[in-house]
């Protein structure tokens, strides 16, 4: 055949892909390799351990499933019983159904079967399913270990394994999980690690998993799609409901999602949401998965426009044609950000990231614009309309407060609520030296318990209500508020 007859390769083929799975990766869309699937694909099919360093929405998922499909459809069907030719650990739940329907895309017509291992779902239908042997076992971490402890899983025949998310598996605890369950695997296996950002201690799990990887850097580490636009409004705590309401009152919001830092809190906004005429879905860790999957099911098909969410769900949410990122509070940890607002601005698409920012939050922003290396504009409504006057860098009191306007902060003129700061910490007493912060009693006592009431102290001294009492001899602190 001459050469002017040879088809052209180009796509996944020129990677390696070929038969059936090519067939099926082209039909679900996969058609044109994103760069981290160029890098990481060739080396995997060669049997080279990955290192990728690559933000969510960077294509993963494909990045590692398809290699590892490539080579398990030529392993045939027969399996030994509970075990999983390859697992894939995800840090939460959503993000381990998302790479379970992505491997199921890719893989269609070729017979291969896959299994989840959750929290908040049966246990007794994934023994069930994992009982004959699988093909690939997609798992959290916390109840991985549990069946592997009682003997339901045998990992010694897992020759792939693949860790995603890596640093927010280190944000979670589940770092000692996951070198416990890399040791059960086959000594011969095949590894994959993949992080948005890389801390020490990823590094360094890197160091002890990883046989002489292929290191695969698509992005710098920390930083944030070119395609978002991202701003700032300013709005005390007590206004930020107001502020979200009047944003959402705008259409052009069609497909939004509003972070909450605590799972409290998202509860209390969607609460909110409501009463202000808005439908809205929540997904938080307190949901059991059945609940999660509903919420995120309703906001992908646009039954409902507006999902509030939680860190810990972050990274788990994939659904094409977001407009908008709201953070209603700034995250604890900065990069979490990053994660945060790469659920728009996705596949090249345009995206809108808007920060609520109260006083208090200033230094969460601060740490937020150095890891992202820019400086956010503030601006002075959801539609992008600069505020130059205002900037919340600078000293707030005149930015931020009305004048004689108190009922925001308690009534104090720094912002904050009585008892915070200084005052606070004398009024509740501080430490005494060598006491334990959880009293030492036997028992374990939780710090803060409540006394029976009608209970008076050894010395007659005035018990105070409110969290971490302690008693002060029967004298008034001297600087505590009349």
């Known amino acids: 055949m001459t050469n002017e007859n040879k088809p052209e390769q180009n796509g996944f083929a020129a990677l390696g892909i070929t038969g059936a799975l090519l067939k099926a990766a082209n039909a679900a869309g996969f058609t044109d390799p994103k760069p981290i699937q160029t890098q990481a694909i060739p080396p995997q099919l060669e049997g080279r351990d990955i290192f990728g360093i690559a933000q969510t929405g960077s294509g993963k998922t494909a990045a590692f499933a398809l290699p590892i499909l490539s080579k398990i459809i030529g392993l045939g069907t027969k399996r030994r019983p509970k075990t999983a030719r390859a697992l894939i650990l995800a840090p939460t739940r959503e993000l381990a159904v998302q790479i379970e329907d992505t491997i199921k895309l890719l893989a269609k017509g070729a017979h291969i079967s896959t299994a989840l291992v959750l929290g908040g779902v049966s246990r007794y239908s994934q023994v069930k399913k994992i009982a004959p042997g699988v093909d690939i076992l997609i798992a959290t971490p916390g109840r991985l270990t549990d069946l592997v402890r009682e003997g339901d899983l045998i990992l010694a025949d897992t020759k792939w394994l693949v860790l995603d998310e890596g640093d927010r598996m280190l944000d979670m605890g589940f770092i000692n999980d996951v070198k416990r369950i890399a040791k059960a695997t086959a000594p011969d296996r095949q590894t994959a690690l993949f992080s948005a950002t890389l801390p020490n201690e990823i590094a360094e799990l890197a160091k002890g998993l990883l046989k002489d990887p292929v290191r ?97 769900a972050a990274r788990g949410i994939d659904v094409p044609g977001i407009s908008h990122v709201v953070n209603f509070d700034l995250p604890d940890e900065a990069e979490s950000y990053v994660h945060r607002i790469g659920r728009t601005g996705r596949n090249g698409k345009d995206g809108i990231a808007i920060t609520l920012c109260d006083p208090s939050e200033n230094g969460k922003l601060r740490q937020v614009e150095r890891i992202i290396r820019m400086r956010l504009p503030v601006i002075a409504d959801h539609l992008g309309s600069p505020d130059p006057q205002r900037d919340p860098r600078e000293k707030t009191e005149r930015h931020f407060e009305p004048a004689n306007d108190r009922e925001h902060h308690g009534g104090r003129r720094d912002g904050r609520r009585p008892g915070s700061g200084n005052n606070g910490k004398k009024r509740f007493g501080a430490k005494p030296a060598g006491e334990s912060v959880f009293s030492g009693k036997p028992g374990g006592e939780r710090p803060g318990a409540a006394k029976p009431n009608g209970e008076r102290k050894p010395d007659g001294a005035k018990r105070f209500r409110g969290n971490n009492k302690r008693r002060f001899g029967g004298k008034r602190p001297a600087n505590r508020a009349a």
Do not use: Y
Not at 304 to 312: E, F, N, P
């Open 216 to 312: 695969i850097e698509v992005a710098p580490q920390s930083t944030t799609a070119a395609e978002i636009v991202q701003s700032v409004v300013l709005a005390r705590t007590k206004q930020k409901r107001q502020v979200l309401s009047k944003m959402l009152a705008d259409e052009a919001m069609r497909s939004v999602i509003v972070f909450s830092r605590t799972k409290h809190g998202a509860d209390r906004v969607t609460k909110d949401l409501a009463r202000d005429g808005f439908n809205a879905a929540v997904i938080h860790g307190n949901k059991s998965q059945n609940a999660r999957q509903k919420a995120l099911n309703d906001f992908r098909d646009g039954s409902v426009r507006i999902l509030v969410a939680t860190d810990i």
